[in-house]
C-alpha cells in the first residue's frame, strides 16, 4: 500500500489533540501530537509515539519526564504552533504555563497527565514513549480539540 492512501485510511481514526511537554536541558521543550493512546490501568501507563526526528524526543528522553496536555476546542492556533519547528522558546511564548512535579503544564489545557519516562521502544520512524503515570487533573467542562481526516474539528462535524 502506498503511505499516502494508507494515512488517508488512518486518518478516519479520529483522535484527541495534545502537546507533549517536559524539561528539557534547555528549558521547557514541547510538540503536538496524536498519537497518545492509554496502555494500563494497572499499573497506569500511557504511550505517546514520537517522530524519530523530533527535538522533544530528545528531551524526554534527557529528562525522563513529560507531560501530555489535552488541546480544547478552539486551541487549533496552539497545536500549528507546537507541530511547527519553531524553537522551543518561542513555542513557549504562546502559552503560559506552570512547572508541576517537573513538567510543563499548559494554563487552559482541558486535562493533563505527568508520567515517568519508564521505556523508549523502536517503532520504525517513530519511537514509542512509555509513561507511567504519577499525577494528573482535568476540566469538569470544555469540550476537545479533535483530529480527523488531515483537520482540526470539534465534536460536531461542521
Ligand atoms: C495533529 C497533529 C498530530 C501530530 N502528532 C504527532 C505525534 O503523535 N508524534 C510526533 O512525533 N509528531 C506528531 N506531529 C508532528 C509534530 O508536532 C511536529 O513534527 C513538530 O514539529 C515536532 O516538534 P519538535 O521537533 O520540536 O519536537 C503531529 C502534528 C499534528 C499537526
Known sequence: MEPEHYREIVGRFASGVAIVT??????????????????????????????NTSRTLSAVRASGRFAVNV??????DLAAVFASKRIAQEKFESVTHTVAHGVPVLDDA?????????????????????????????????????????????????
Do not use: K, Y
Open 22 to 51: 517536559c524539561e528539557g536541558p534547555d528549558g521547557p521543550a514541547g510538540l503536538t501530537t496524536n498519537a497518545v493512546t492509554s496502555l494500563s490501568l494497572d499499573p497506569l501507563l500511557l504511550l505517546v509515539c514520537f517522530d
Open 71 to 76: 488541546l480544547r476546542e478552539g486551541q487549533e
Open 110 to 158: 482541558l486535562a493533563w497527565l505527568a508520567c515517568d519516562l519508564r521505556e523508549l521502544l523502536p517503532g520504525g520512524d517513530h519511537t514509542i514513549g512509555i509513561g507511567a503515570v504519577t499525577h494528573g487533573a482535568m476540566h469538569a467542562d470544555g469540550r476537545p480539540l479533535v483530529w480527523f481526516g488531515g483537520a482540526f474539528r470539534g465534536l460536531e462535524r461542521p
